[in-house]
T-cell receptor, first 114, second 114 residues
Framework: GESVGLHLPTLSVQEGDNSIINCAYSNSASDYFIWYKQESGKGPQFIIDIRSNMDKRQGQRVTVLLNKTVKHLSLQIAATQPGDSAVYFCAENQLGGNNRKLIWGLGTSLAVNP | DGGITQSPKYLFRKEGQNVTLSCEQNLNHDAMYWYRQDPGQGLRLIYYSQIVNDFQKGDIAEGYSVSREKKESFPLTVTSAQKNPTAFYLC?????????????FGPGTRLTVT
């Protein structure tokens, strides 16, 4: 399943499928990007980050892709599990800039169907 | 275990009363942040502090106040001047206040004002 994360959409996928969550970032000067996962009633949890000198970075079951040409970021989750159900936020920043200026997307809600 | 703690998890207050939310971190991080999150929304920055005895307003500081007397503590006071204080409040910290460093979040405090 795939979504565009600008207005807190909901992405619904079957357990075991791959998920793709998209994010269109706003600032062309941003060079550091983070994905966070937020479960209901909890604080956001860091998933993975990527700097602008890379276009792909892999973690455990997650991959982040960065396309600077179109200012697009995506998070791919392999073999989605029920525990992956959460809201996913992308955030952008500038290396060496002020971390106060971490710009947050609105989030995408991922629902995993067993 | 290192981390960020927020207390209490749930807080109820009557309109017109000031209330202080606690945030403590033992990560030895220089920078700390307060965010507000409304249902189905992203995070909005209230205040941040890059170093002890210094703090600056975020995007929605009106009706809030903070202090940073100790490195590990960054309490937030929601004053009676805040027009719509009911929300989920999240505290975060990062190694430095510069961009390029992830922010670590506490579990949040859900404040209800009636």
């Amino acid at each position: 399943g795939e979504s565009v994360g600008l207005h807190l959409p909901t992405l619904s996928v079957q357990e075991g499928d791959n998920s793709i969550i998209n994010c269109a970032y706003s600032n062309s000067a941003s060079d550091y990007f983070i994905w966070y996962k937020q479960e209901s009633g909890k604080g956001p949890q860091f998933i993975i980050d990527i700097r602008s000198n890379m276009d792909k970075r892999q973690g455990q079951r997650v991959t982040v892709l960065l396309n600077k040409t179109v200012k697009h970021l995506s998070l791919q989750i392999a073999a989605t599990q029920p525990g992956d159900s959460a809201v996913y936020f992308c955030a952008e920043n500038q290396l060496g800039g002020n971390n106060r200026k971490l710009i947050w997307g609105l989030g995408t809600s991922l629902a995993v169907n067993p | 275990d290192g981390g960020i703690t927020q207390s209490p998890k749930y807080l109820f207050r009557k309109e017109g009363q000031n209330v202080t939310l606690s945030c403590e971190q033992n990560l030895n991080h220089d920078a700390m942040y307060w965010y507000r999150q409304d249902p189905g929304q992203g995070l909005r920055l209230i205040y941040y502090s890059q170093i002890v005895n210094d703090f600056q307003k975020g995007d929605i500081a009106e009706g809030y106040s903070v202090s940073r007397e100790k490195k590990e503590s960054f309490p937030l006071t929601v004053t009676s001047a805040q027009k719509n204080p009911t929300a989920f409040y999240l505290c975060a910290s990062s190694i430095q206040g510069q961009g390029g460093y992830e922010q670590y979040f506490g579990p949040g405090t859900r404040l209800t004002v009636t």
